[in-house]
């Protein structure tokens, strides 16, 4: 007996092994209990955005008491999200968490993922699908802005600006602010160095002529807002008059200079109008008085005064 002792204990190794891989391979054969699994990949539990939290659902292929919880690339459970509650079929399933461990303090930058465990069939799946934890704000630097000046009246002339700009990271977009209030927001971008267009507009009306002051926000995928960073200013002008005051004589001829990007404009001068194109206007004054020069285009208007005296 002595003599076959090591064979039968051989053998019933054996026996043991290949009944642990008849097993396992039926577990990987078996179908997965959870069906259409959503997992939000990547999210901020620290900004002040509709990303605070990551969504995990599914639906479950026949009823059964679940615990869910989520581990860390370690497969450390940090945060048990519901434990042995029992849920119907078909339905689909929804939790959420808000990037905390199970003490509420926010969790390390990281890769986590989903863990379910089936209490009726003794099985604990964890979900391959990732949820990305990022707290780092994102930060934008303007690298330039063009033009400075420009109409945005429809004549397709000189309509917007282009803000280039850069973030340190990918994906991500870039807000522009106009005064302080939200005009433009771009498309997430790869590129770490992309450019922003702003076309004057709000509401399908014009701004005013004047001067505004341009800031640049980043936001990254999570939701993390970076720091303003100054794009300095620019000017709406459709079209000006300079000098505001001119003196001449009669059956003088005199000149304004005319700044705009317009191809032609109308003037009206002392019961005349007329069309003119260019930066310099030139007419004669025929009579003494003090008479307004007034020049439009695309429904704008400058204005100066002219003074004409005695030969």
Not at 29 to 57: H, M, N, Q, W, Y
Not at 115 to 128: G, Q, S
Not at 169 to 190: M, N, Q, T
Not at 233 to 247: D, F, K, N
Request: net charge positive.
């Amino acid at each position: 007996m002595r003599r076959h002792g090591p064979t039968f204990l051989v053998l019933l190794l054996l026996g043991a092994t290949a009944a642990a891989f008849v097993v396992a391979e039926r577990v990987k054969l078996e179908k997965s209990p959870i069906r259409g699994p959503r997992v939000d990949p990547v999210f901020s539990p620290v900004c002040e955005c509709a990303k605070r939290t990551a969504s995990i659902s599914f639906r479950l292929s026949r009823a059964d008491t679940l615990g869910v919880g989520i581990v860390d690339a370690g497969g450390h459970l940090v945060r048990a999200l519901v434990s042995d509650r029992p849920y119907v079929a078909l339905h689909r399933l929804e939790w959420n968490w808000n990037g905390r461990d199970n003490n509420g303090r926010v969790v390390p930058q990281g890769i986590y993922h989903p863990r379910v465990h089936f209490a009726d069939r003794d099985r604990t799946i964890v979900l391959p699908n990732t949820i990305r934890v990022d707290t780092t704000p994102p930060t934008v630097r303007s690298m330039g802005v063009s033009p400075r000046v420009f109409s945005p009246d429809g004549d397709g002339r000189a309509e917007g600006i282009v803000v280039r700009y850069r973030v340190n990271e990918s994906p991500a977009r870039a807000l522009l602010l106009v005064d302080g209030i939200r005009r433009v927001r771009g498309k997430l971008r790869v590129k770490q160095q992309a450019q922003l267009q702003w076309y004057g507009r709000a509401g399908g009306r014009s701004f005013p002529a004047g001067t505004y002051t341009l800031t640049l926000v980043a936001e990254d995928e999570a939701g993390n807002i970076s720091r303003p960073a100054p794009a300095g200013t620019v000017r709406i002008r459709y079209i000006e008059l300079a000098p505001s005051l001119l003196r001449t004589r009669v059956r003088s001829r005199f000149r304004v200079k005319v700044d705009t990007d317009a191809a032609s404009y109308a003037w009206r001068f002392a019961g005349r109008t007329g069309l003119a194109s260019g930066k310099t206007l030139a007419l004669t004054a025929r009579k003494r008085g003090r008479y307004p020069l007034t020049v439009e285009e695309s429904g704008h208007r400058a204005r100066t005064v002219v003074v004409v005296t005695r030969p």
